[in-house]
């Protein structure tokens, strides 16, 4: 008797366990642009394609990222959490005469295929929403 309830019991927690928790989709990998959208004077949104450069962004798992356009557009670190929809960017200086900075995205969506991240400037009105695809 004691082996049947331990068996229902570790049945009942394995299905618990195994049904509690929704898989997260990783912002790890290499994202390329496929659209902006960008704010009219009404705020109204504009779609414009890459049509000269793509903008890529690879986010590693060990927190450091890489942004490039035709060339390198910076490196460093970011901090995000799937909790949150803010990605912070803490850019290095660069070789190019770039000082480094800390700027702030929000993660409008992210999909195992796809990712929308918004820019706003410091009072928070929207400057660029850029989609991108995974490339890996």
């Known amino acids: 008797m004691k082996n049947l309830r331990a068996t229902i019991l570790l049945a009942v927690i394995t299905l618990f366990t195994a049904c509690s928790k929704q898989k997260q989709t990783s912002l790890v990998g290499q994202w390329e642009s496929v659209v902006y959208y960008f704010p009219d004077a009404s705020g109204n949104l504009t779609p414009s394609s890459p049509v000269n450069y793509s ?4 986010f590693e798992a060990s ?3 890489t942004l490039t356009t035709d060339v ?4 460093g670190m970011y901090q995000w959490s799937p909790a949150s929809t803010d990605v912070v960017l803490q850019f290095e200086a660069d070789n190019y005469g770039n000082p ?3 700027e702030k995205r929000q993660i409008e969506q992210l999909e195992a295929s796809s990712l929308t991240i918004m820019q706003l400037d410091a009072s928070g009105n929207l400057q660029v929403k850029t989609v991108y695809h995974r490339r890996n």
């Not at 903008?55 to 690879?58: A, D, G």
């Open 100 to 102: 480094s900075r800390t």
């Open 63 to 65: 927190g450091r990222f």
């Open 55 to 58: 903008e890529t962004i690879s």
């Open 72 to 75: 390198p557009a910076g490196t």
